[in-house]
């Protein structure tokens, strides 16, 4: 189920809501029924929300919910065996990420190497197009919605308990409420459990937490459905298209309409749900910080999809000696996190790439290049290496493999003279302008010089009421969209 669909616009963000409200208003014999009463109802609501789609895969969150609930009390309940346990969880928890996520480029790799005739160069390109043989006739396998991220969450509870940083929840609702909790459920934030422990067990709905919350709905659902599907039908036409026949003006509007797609996507997706979160008494951590007016590519990660790098951070990095054993061993650090990051996001080489892409930046800028940005007075020059590389990122990430990558980088970046065979202007409506202009001068470049002047001013009354008035408008804007359209997708159910 989408937030931005109107079965839940109009059914079930109501019923939950108000479901939640007589529950906070009902007088039970003590605070901590009323919250387990209130904690069952959104677990309840929650798995609905999931089964939506496709009942099949509850029963998968359903076991990842189980092992890492005994997991957790089991190794909670004795100093014996413990690194063992952990071991053993993470195991499952990876078994299931692996048959779901990476069985079928796995099945791609054997056809490949089966059908090898002694050519070699043809056995890396049958492997690099992700097409397979069916030699094998194994069914392709569905990846079920939110995976990664449900399966990161969860594991994440696990090792904090295996480190003593937070107690064993006992209780099992409460922890199938933690990882199946609707709003972040299928996209983010991905939550530590310390991080909502305390809200689980007591928290309480405010009027000003309420309307912040309600801020941050609209003004995520007005990102997600009037820009990111704006720019989202842009790409997908263009990349649709034969790349040989691109040119690079054509090639280039394909990729900045991605570029802006994906922010207004994930990031109105991420502000729903926290706005959600709020409505309903809980208080999730930013993901976005505006990473599009970053300066170098360490700045871009610390403003893009904040909870899965802080996850990586605190789990992989760290463990892994983070900077604390020279500048070798920090620059391996560096790599296997964004190879690990590359291979999160999906089974494709094209993942693997933009992996090890970032990987290799990084390293360079720990390096040396972090410190000739610095001292450069041209801030803006460090602006466009950082949105370059980000660009470049985002073709292998957009394309169906690798072969397309490389062809629609050649599209983008030509040696010679290239003819298109398709007009730019056949793509670019007075909507899709307006959008362009509005998608990149609200991507930061006009918040964050006017945040302190808002952060002055947006209790007064002029301010709250341009507030209240955006929001309305937004919102009338975004359903006569989703009335009106059928284009509607969200990039990142498939991770």
Not at 103 to 112: A, L
Request: aromatic share 18%.
């Amino acid at each position: 189920m989408l937030f931005s669909s109107m079965i839940f616009l109009w059914v079930f963000l109501p019923i939950v809501i108000i479901g939640n409200f007589i529950l906070s208003i009902v007088k039970f014999k003590n605070k901590e029924t009323g919250i387990k009463a209130k904690n069952i109802f959104l677990l309840i609501s929650s798995l609905i929300f999931y089964a939506w789609g496709e009942l099949n895969y509850l029963f998968i969150m359903l076991a990842s919910i189980l092992i890492n609930y005994v997991g957790g009390r089991v190794i909670g309940v004795a100093e014996k065996y413990r690194k063992c346990k952990l071991t053993l969880i993470i195991i499952l928890n990876l078994g299931i990420l692996f048959v779901f996520k990476y069985f079928n480029m796995v099945v791609i790799i054997i056809e490949s190497i089966l059908s090898f005739e002694g050519n070699f160069i043809e056995l890396l390109q049958n492997m690099l197009s992700m097409s397979g043989t069916g030699e094998l006739g194994l069914p392709y396998i569905v990846l079920p919605i939110g995976i990664s991220f449900f399966t990161f969450q969860a594991m994440s509870y696990v090792v904090d308990v295996y480190r003593k940083e937070t107690d064993v929840q006992k209780n099992f609702f409460s922890f199938a409420l933690y990882v199946s909790f609707f709003p972040q459920l299928v996209a983010g934030p991905i939550v530590k459990y310390s991080d909502i422990a305390e809200q689980l067990q007591k928290r309480k709905e405010t009027i000003a937490l309420f309307v912040s919350g309600q801020k941050r709905f609209c003004y995520g659902m007005a990102k997600k459905v009037l820009l990111a599907n704006t720019f989202g039908e842009v790409a997908d036409n263009i990349w649709s298209l034969d790349t040989a026949g691109l040119g690079p003006a054509l090639a280039w509007l394909g990729i900045l309409a991605y570029t802006l797609q994906i922010y207004y996507d994930f990031s109105g997706y991420s502000d729903m749900a926290i706005g959600i979160g709020r409505m309903l008494g809980f208080e999730f951590k930013e993901n976005f910080n505006y990473p599009y007016t970053s300066l170098s590519v360490q700045e871009f990660w610390r403003r893009w999809h904040i909870s899965l790098s802080t996850w990586f951070r605190e789990y992989v990095y760290i463990p892994l000696g983070g900077n604390r054993k020279g500048m070798a061993k920090t620059c391996m650090n560096v790599f296997i996190v964004f190879l690990l990051t590359g291979v999160w996001h999906g089974a494709n080489f094209t993942f693997l790439i933009w992996g090890i892409m970032y990987a290799l930046l990084l390293i360079l800028e720990r390096l040396f290049l972090g410190k000739l940005l610095a001292r450069n007075p041209i801030k803006v020059f460090n602006w466009i290496y950082c949105m370059m590389a980000v660009i470049v990122g985002w073709v292998f990430f957009r394309a169906d493999n690798v072969f397309q990558a490389i062809a629609y980088l050649q599209q983008m970046f030509p040696l010679a003279a290239t003819q298109s065979y398709y007009s730019v202007f056949s793509y670019l409506s007075m909507k899709v302008i307006v959008a362009f202009l509005a998608g990149i001068l609200f991507a930061g470049f006009l918040q964050r010089p006017l945040s302190a002047l808002y952060e002055k001013t947006k209790d007064t009354i002029p301010v709250k009421t341009a507030d209240l008035c955006v929001q309305i408008v937004t919102l009338i804007l975004c359903i006569f969209m989703m009335v009106s359209g059928t284009y509607n997708p969200f990039i990142y159910f498939q991770f």
